[in-house]
């Protein structure tokens, strides 16, 4: 069975910066895309970031490009999204995805991903 845990989260001040990390467990991602989306109170899930398998490549939101990185390692079949410049707008619970159904490409900045992560809440306090 498949699994995405979520960890790092927690209150963070604005201005500050957290990593986050993402490890499955049950079968290995590393030539499938991975993803990182938030979702806020009220909000609909938004984008963050995802890379592709073997991390030949990367994409960002646009509320979160010039201050964020999504890395892999897939030897620990982990991914990590690291954020600097934190604003209180980045509150939100952060998920996980795994293995868009159609592979690398322009959708990759929204579901369907095969698999999710239960989510790590991000507090931003200014």
């Known amino acids: 069975q498949v699994h995405l845990v979520e960890s790092g989260g927690g209150l963070v001040q604005a201005g500050g910066s957290l990593r986050l990390s993402c490890a499955a467990s049950?079968?290995?991602?590393?030539?499938?895309?991975m993803g990182w989306f938030r979702q806020a109170p009220g909000k609909e899930r938004e984008f963050v970031a995802a890379?592709?398998?073997?991390?030949?490549?990367?994409v960002y939101g646009d509320s979160v490009k010039g201050r964020s990185t999504i890395s892999r390692d897939d030897a620990k079949n982990t991914v990590y999204l690291y954020m600097n410049s934190l604003k209180s707008e980045d509150t939100a619970v952060y998920y996980c995805?795994?293995?868009?159904?159609?592979?690398?490409?322009?959708?990759?900045?929204?579901?369907?991903?095969?698999?999710w992560g239960q989510g790590t809440q991000v507090t931003v306090s200014s």
């Open positions: 995805a795994a293995d868009p159904p159609r592979g690398w490409g322009p959708w990759v900045t929204r579901p369907p991903y095969n698999y």
């Open positions: 049950g079968r290995s991602f590393s030539t499938n895309a």
């Open positions: 890379i592709a398998g073997r991390s030949v490549n990367s």
